[in-house]
């Protein structure tokens, strides 16, 4: 069964860094692209960004380039999203998503994983 | 890039038809066949519906059909039921090879 499995809920204070991870299994990781994709409280869904774990090949959305990084680890089939200086408004439900290319359908998407960065 | 426009809200009763659109522009939904819908319980993941415009994942519901005019996209659920209470998002390829989503669209069936 193909599966992403986020890491587990974060709590940050603003101006701490942060980095989420997003692992997959049942296919070849290397294979697919990852997207992450924020669900702020009670709001849509808005596209972040993609990666190419086979060669790092990353694109970001330009609501989100130079506010977050994108990164994955093919060694051990682990897609990232990183902060260096979260804001209050980063507080939200992150998602990962597998995409069969970079403008495929995504499917299946990981369980998501809340981030709250309150002082 | 702003997002796709969908209504905020519609409504069906059980066993009716409802069609959900999402506008954009030739920069997007017009632009390519890269259109998919997605469905998000309450606290759940989205799960997509519909992909490349009209197509639909194993598993998926033949109540569920997609099309495409122009910078609009549509979704239609006919024979509505209960279990299909829930937000639809719509999301298109840009010409910047990114995504972008619709506002989303809370189904109720009353």
């Known amino acids: 069964e193909v599966q992403l499995v986020q890491s587990g809920a974060e709590v940050r204070k603003p101006g701490e860094s942060l980095k989420i991870s997003c692992k997959g299994s049942g296919y070849t990781f290397t294979n697919y692209w990852i997207a992450w994709v924020r669900q702020m409280p009670g709001k849509g869904l808005e596209w972040m960004g993609i990666i190419y774990p086979g060669d790092s090949d990353t694109t970001y959305s330009p609501s989100f380039r130079g506010q977050v990084t994108i990164s994955a680890d093919k060694s051990i089939s682990t897609a990232y999203l990183q902060w260096s200086s979260l804001k209050a408004s980063d507080t939200a439900m992150y998602y990962c998503a597998r995409g069969d290319c970079a403008r495929c359908k995504l499917d299946p998407w990981g369980q998501g994983t809340p981030v709250t960065v309150s002082s | 890039q702003s997002a796709l426009t969908q209504p905020a809200s519609v409504s069906g009763s059980p066993g009716q038809s409802i069609t959900i659109s999402c506008t954009g522009t030739?920069?997007?939904?017009?632009?390519?066949?890269?259109v998919s819908w997605y469905q998000q319980h309450p606290g759940k993941a989205p799960k997509v519906m519909i992909y490349?415009?009209?197509n639909r994942p194993s598993g998926v519901s033949n109540r569920f059909s997609g099309s495409k005019s122009g910078n609009t996209a549509s979704l239609t659920i006919s024979g509505l039921q209960a279990e299909d209470e829930a937000d639809y998002y719509c999301?298109?390829?840009?010409?910047?090879?990114?995504?972008?989503f619709g506002g989303g669209t809370k189904l109720t069936v009353v």
């Open positions: 490349d415009v009209s």
């Open positions: 030739s920069s997007d939904i017009g632009g390519n066949n890269y």
């Open positions: 999301s298109s390829v840009t010409s910047s090879d990114t995504v972008i």
